[in-house]
């Protein structure tokens, strides 16, 4: 009898194709032996929040801005994002300071909307397993970031990717922000070994998103480190001005001196690490 050797998810799979999947934006490459810093606030507040953390992040070196307009809360009553107006602010601080821009889509309606203002469009964890979003995205020719979902095993992530390709955008970057465990002392727990497994199975580029993995500031910078140390082809790093007046996540975000510290010593982690 014939084995069936067909990969489940064959587009995202390694065995398909071997070279690591490369993503150019604007004149930064993702993947393939880079390292790329994306920071930003969890949500934009406003016009003056973003350009300064914007200017931030580019000082520091970081190549993509972040920054939520639809923001998916845990509660109907926090602050869900600016929407629109929210697009609108994060793509004037990516055209002011010649940075691409980051945010998430939570729905096909508004896909057309983010896709016009965004470099790389984001799909959260929460929506890991909306379909029709996920073949939406697969008809955009922008990269999207695919976050893990909340307790999404690695085949379900890797499947998720699949129907990106499947449906023609082979610009995916995979991105691990912590699975629910137990442990509640974190607000997820790192998967740090997913980086591995990931970059074993698939071509495609794995970011860690160390702040919502840990839902803690003062952890932020040694699971960067340890991230980049294992291998990772990025981060995506919360940081915002004036954490302590957050709309959201203000906990788990950097302020921007911290962020550019951080930045340095993970160029040398990558140099190291990439120099064998
Ligand atoms: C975010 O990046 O703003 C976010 C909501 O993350 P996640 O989907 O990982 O919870
Ligand atoms: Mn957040």
Redesign the pocket.
Known sequence: MALDIQPVHPLTSRAHKKEDTVIRIGNHTIGGGTLTLIGGP?SIESVDQVMSVADSVKNAGGQVLRG?AFK?RTSPYSFQGLGGDGLKILKKAGDKTGIPVIT?VMSTEDFDEVEKSADII?I???NMQNFHLLKRAGMSRKPILL?RGLSATIDEWLNAAEYILAEGNSQVILCE?GIRTFENYTRNTLDLSAIVAVKTLSHLPVII?PS?ATGRREMVPAMAKAAVAAGADGLMIEVHNDPENALCDGPQSLRPEEFEKLAKELRKIHEVVNND
Do not use: L, W
């Open positions: 969890c939520g998916p998430e984001q959260g964890a929460r976050k922000r998103d919502h």
